[in-house]
């Protein structure tokens, strides 16, 4: 079966500080990859998507960049965070008929 | 610009029916998603409507009007853990998700 899994779960860093947020994906072969970003009140945003190896899409500009070394493993950074970057990050993939998004399970960033 | 309406909160006793709409307003549409979000925790899929009409699936039904930009999720004999939010998404002409940010369902005893 296939599975989606992320993390660290939970990261409280420093203003400044570099952030590494990893993701794999088990079960399937060459999957659409996905970072959101979901702030309290706010609809998910979409931050990255990648539709293979080596491919990253930016859909917002930011201190955040994306990276996908192989064809399963979806890694998200920073070299210097800022406190506008506190929020719950969400990996994704989508499957199904419909193309329903499956989410890792999340990682809570705390930006101190 | 693209826009997802849905209300911010609502509350409903156990065991009762509950309805959570869903406006939307986007470039395009290629169908229409509804996801379920426990605290601290990420969304899982619920349902999906492409198509005009009611599509059910045990306790939750989701209705779809593409000609008046609707839709709902119907809850039925409601359970303390259906105490969630619950997140529309609707795709657009790009395929792009649009999200609406959330109706937080409250159930009292």
């Known amino acids: 079966s296939q599975t989606i899994h992320q993390w660290p779960a939970t990261l409280v860093q420093p203003v400044g500080s570099p952030l590494s947020l990893e993701c794999t994906v088990e079960?399937?072969?060459?999957?659409?990859l996905y970072w959101y970003r979901q702030a309290a009140g706010r609809g998910l945003q979409l931050l990255f998507y990648?539709?293979?190896?080596?491919?990253i899409s930016s859909e917002v500009p930011q201190n955040l960049s994306a990276s996908r070394p192989q064809d399963r493993q979806f890694i998200l950074s920073s070299k210097k965070l800022l406190l506008s970057d506190s929020g719950f990050y969400l990996c994704?993939?989508?499957?199904?008929?419909?193309?329903?998004?499956?989410f890792g399970e999340g990682s809570r960033l705390t930006v101190l | 610009g693209q826009n997802i309406d849905q209300p911010t909160e609502m509350t409903a006793t156990e065991g009762a029916i509950v309805q959570i709409n869903c406006t939307y307003q986007?470039?395009?549409?290629?169908?229409l998603f509804w996801y379920q979000q426990h605290a601290g925790e990420a969304p899982t899929f619920l349902s999906y409507?492409?198509l005009d009409g009611l599509e059910e699936k045990g306790r939750f039904s989701s209705f779809l009007s593409r000609s008046k930009g609707y839709s709902y999720l119907l809850l039925k004999e409601l359970q303390m853990k259906d105490s969630a939010s619950y997140l529309c998404?609707?795709?657009?002409?790009?395929?792009?998700?649009?999200w609406g940010a959330g109706t937080k369902l409250i159930i009292k005893p």
């Open positions: 994704a993939w989508n499957a199904g008929e419909a193309g329903e998004l499956f």
């Open positions: 079960g399937t072969s060459n999957p659409n």
């Open positions: 990648s539709v293979g190896i080596g491919q």
């Open positions: 986007t470039s395009g549409f290629n169908g």
């Open positions: 409507n492409v």
């Open positions: 998404a609707v795709k657009d002409s790009n395929y792009q998700l649009i």
